[in-house]
DNA sequence: CCACGATCCTGCTAGC
DNA sequence: TGCTAGCAGGATCGTG
């Protein structure tokens, strides 16, 4: 599922070879819902003409924007997929959308799940209204210490379901909230506003680290993600505890664990990520009793230290 | 403010 | 072997 660092690779790789073309024509949308405030038609007629002027993100929008200051704003959720291919290119199964540019190239929309929205913007202003109103700090651009103090300050909600709202930090997602998590040692159902100073610096620095190396693997391949060429990311071998549920942590071995928060898969390493305050059930452990406490951080391999997973050892 | 459940979709898979 | 029920998952909305 694209995050930040999806949509990050997405529009550096879209923004060289698409601005500067001009928009012949807007074809094959055959799901009307994906333009929640638009139409084929009236995209036809507000873009023909113009030309690309820049490829931007915000969160996990993908921005385009025209010449004339019209705006194009891409949420791929789930399963979406933006592919630029040559118009002869044959059609791939969930094409939902056509922009047709003067070069002969095609910027496809694909979306298996039928999740992913395109809006239309007729200024930056009515962008940026439609952003404010959905998304906190970006969390490549904005985050930092400072900021992520403040705004977990007086939270009482539990570290992850916070994560995940994209108006309280813009970009994280699922998969890089449990990465971030795990990297900063810190266990998802903590509450916000009972994290020390230093917690929180681990956190910005864990979530900035994670979507930087996510950026430089372009992107995490794990179901459907691919980047504007339709190749695939590598950061899918890097990842620490995310899917990989009873797999030994990559810093103490113990055996992964996934919970259920808010709906959502939570993938973290029970031993170093503890839930410290109030801490019950310490019965229920299966582990030899043996409650050593985790190693200090300082001989730990790093998150970017991660061997690569030996091919096939998934499952 | 916070938690929880439903909703939207389809491909995959566990279970029979 | 073949079918089906259930699940995943980002954002949004309604309820408690």
């Not at 010449?67 to 939902?96: C, F, I, Y």
């Not at 449990?178 to 990297?183: H, P």
């Not at 299966?286 to 230290?305: E, F, K, N, V, Y």
Request: charged share 30%; hydrophobic share 35%.
């Amino acid at each position: 599922m694209p995050e930040l660092p999806e949509v990050e690779t997405t529009a550096r790789s879209l923004r060289p070879r698409v601005v500067g073309l001009v928009v012949t024509a807007v074809v094959g949308v055959d799901w009307p819902r994906m333009l929640p405030n638009t139409t084929e038609e009236e995209l036809g007629s507000a873009l023909v003409g113009r030309r690309v002027a820049e490829v931007d993100r915000r969160g996990k929008y993908l921005l385009i924007g025209f010449d004339d200051d019209q705006w194009l704003a891409v949420h791929r959720k789930m399963s979406g997929n933006l592919l630029l291919q040559d118009a002869a290119a044959p059609l791939e199964p969930h094409t939902h959308l056509r922009v047709e540019l003067d070069d002969g190239s095609q910027l496809r929309f694909v979306d298996t799940r039928k999740f992913g929205r395109v809006y239309l913007f007729r200024s930056r202003d009515q962008l940026d209204d439609f952003l404010a109103e959905r998304l906190g700090p970006d969390s490549l651009v904005d985050l930092d210490e400072g900021i992520l103090a403040a705004k977990l300050r007086g939270r009482k909600a539990r570290l992850k379901p916070l994560l995940l709202d994209q108006a309280f930090l813009a970009g994280v997602g699922n998969l890089y909230a449990d990465e971030a998590l795990w990297e900063a040692r810190l266990h998802p159902l903590r509450s916000a506003d009972s994290l020390s100073s230093a917690e929180v610096k681990r956190l910005a620095r864990a979530i900035k680290q994670v979507l930087v190396m996510g950026i430089e693997r372009r992107g995490t391949s794990f179901s459907t993600y691919r980047d504007s060429d339709g190749s695939a990311g590598e950061n899918q071998e890097f990842l620490n505890v995310y899917g990989r549920e009873g797999q030994p942590c990559p810093r103490c071995g113990t055996p992964i664990r996934r919970i259920v928060i808010g709906q959502r898969s939570s993938y973290f390493c029970p031993r170093d990520q503890r839930e410290t305050v109030r801490r019950r059930v310490a019965s229920e452990s299966a582990s030899p009793s043996g409650m050593d406490p985790p190693p200090p951080g300082g001989m730990l391999p790093s998150a970017t230290g991660r061997v690569r997973r030996a091919a096939g050892s998934r499952r």
